[in-house]
């Protein structure tokens, strides 16, 4: 007996080390859109490297899920390279103009002015960070120039690629806002109309943009005549934008937030995204908790609970670090977890309203989109990009094919109701040059035998599907696992639980409403996870795009 298995040992050790030295370098790469995964394949069949390919799959995305992120936009890159051990995150969120304020939005008596100029056209846009993030990615980490590694989306942009269903449900929910801007209702309208299914969506202009950073770098878009273009539609329709604005444009490598749950070690976002702190706050208070052997009911409910108190604290404290002072720190420590926790019942609920602190209505938009990249040597990427509502702001700065975002509707900038329900604080206050709070969440998970890469789109939704993901990671499943399981959330307030119908049956329904939850079920499924993962001990890649969306993840 013994040495059949010593044998079968062996063996096995054999086969494993043998993996290790003879596995030619893989690749998994999970996006929300086919062309963008080839997009990635494409630059590392040139020789590029898994920051290339990043390069290459975010510049893609906003050429073909336009709804989702663009050049016009801002985003994060969790980026970790391998050969020294570096784990940075490039944050390149959108910064408010110099000119913006605390009351731009708003009249002397605090009233706002319109409610839809945070929303639609040029004066909902912030400066965008993405065209500097893909520069400082290329230069700071990649191998290839950028005119490489931005072929693949130049040439979609300019031959044109089919539109999709999601697409064309994302176009018709913007369609008003776009029609009111005739550079916007040029490219994506058909003589402003929807167009058809499997039309072609050329955008010869955005590839000469693409081309122009290409060609020069950042200036390429922060300057020339790029930027001429930019500033002349924006400042002619009203918007507060500056050359200064455009040329202090800088992207922040900081240092990401670490935490540990039950043994997996969790890398996310921190400021000038919630997305970490909330994430790790909720799981450090979970992590009390041998979920799995508890019930579903009771796991439901304590997740639910542990999500309340995160999201209250994403409302008092968190803003861009530059600017406020977040106690990050404590807001990660064990203790206060515990201090948490302890307000927490098995068979009760602690109402919203119980909470203290004076917070001021938020928004955020559920439209934005994520991919993940990971190779057998470990080397990765975790990036989620913006530009808020699905189509931004809904205004292209003509002759430049650029769809503005209209990320400053996520900084608090009112004391009105909002769509989304998300409250915040004055730390979340507009200011010039600040970046507004976002809920975009990038992340790592890494326990003994693999290393993860997942995120989401989801506006506020996207830090409570990040942690159901990181929950079911725990329980030793695979990306498909993490992409599709049901969704719930809770997000301090609105005081309502808002889930899939697929999360709960109707017996877990009627307890939940016993323990003084309220519910209510979402019209559609939320999300578009994009995950992958590497096996440390076989080097075996595996990865899996969201069922929900239109996405695709390959292994090559
Ligand atoms: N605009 C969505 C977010 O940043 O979370």
Known sequence: MFKKYTLVTLLLLGFITNIRADTPLKTAIASAHPLATAAGFEILNQGGNVFDAAVAVSATLAVVEPSGSGLGGGGYWLVHRANDNTTRFIDGREKAPLAAHKNVYVDSAGQVKNPRASLDGATAAAIPGLPAGLVHLAEHYGKLPLAVSLAPAIRHARNGFVVGQHHLDLLKYRETVLKQFPASSTIFLVNGQLPEKFALLRQVDLAETLTQLARYGRAGFYAHSVADKLLQAVQQAGGMWTAEDLQNYQVVEREPVVGNYRGIKVTSAPPSSAGGIVLLEALTILSAYDLAKLDKLTRIHLITEAMRRAYHDRALYLGDSDFVSVPMQRLLSEDYAAGLRSSMRMDAV????????????????????????????????????????????????????????????????????????????????????????????????????????????????????????????????SPMSWVTLPRFHHQYLPDVVEYENAAFTEQELVALKGLGHHLKATVNPYGNMQAAVLYKHTHALNAASDPRGEGLATVK
Request: cysteine-free; aromatic content about 6%.
């Open 350 to 477: 602690l109402p919203s309203t119980q909470l203290s602190g004076d917070v001021l209505p938020d928004s955020e938009g559920g439209h934005t989109t994520h991919f993940s990249i990971i190779d057998t040597e470990g080397n990765r990427v975790a990036a989620t990009l913006s530009i808020n509502f699905p189509f931004g702001s809904g205004f292209v700065a003509a002759g430049t094919g650029v769809l503005l975002n209209d990320e400053m509707d996520d900084f608090v900038s009112h004391a009105g109701p909002n769509g989304y329900g998300l409250v915040g604080s004055a730390a979340n206050m507009i200011a010039p040059g600040k970046r507004m709070l976002s809920s975009m969440t990038p992340t790592f998970l890494e326990d003994a035998g693999r290393v993860a890469v997942l995120g989401t789109p989801g506006g506020s939704r996207i830090i409570s599907m990040v942690l159901l993901a990181t929950l079911d990671f725990a329980k030793a499943t």
